[in-house]
């Protein structure tokens, strides 16, 4: 299985990217996905997570302006980021995560420019 992350760029603070992580397989719909950054010299943390019913969670830093979703016969997930920030900015990856595996994507950048 590969993940493939895209979309990410350079924006100005206030703008919208929206990354896309396709999947080689069909394992989006069977598994928890998950976006998840990583700033210079910080650790990588959890963004948003969806789980196979569909449930939810954001980190509370952009909860309210990113949206994570998933299109099951693209075998695509993606994240709608609105309102970014320069904080924002970091290598974005995506993840596939189930019973007997946790798959990662290559990095996508994101650089918010205030």
């Known amino acids: 299985v590969q993940l493939q992350a895209s979309g990410g760029g350079l924006v100005q603070a206030g703008e919208s990217l929206r990354l896309s992580c396709a999947a080689s397989?069909?394992?989006?719909?069977?598994?928890?996905m998950g976006w998840y950054r990583q700033a210079p010299g910080k650790q990588r943390e959890m963004v948003a997570v969806l789980t196979t019913v569909g449930s939810t969670n954001y980190a509370s830093s952009v909860k309210g302006r990113f949206t994570i979703s998933r299109d099951n016969a693209k075998n695509t997930v993606y994240l709608q980021m609105n309102s970014l920030k320069p904080e924002d900015t970091a290598v974005y990856y995506c993840?596939?995560?189930?019973?007997?595996?946790?798959?990662w994507g290559q990095g996508t950048q994101v650089t918010v420019s205030s």
């Open positions: 397989g069909s394992i989006v719909s069977s598994s928890g």
């Open positions: 993840n596939a995560i189930g019973r007997g595996y946790s798959w």
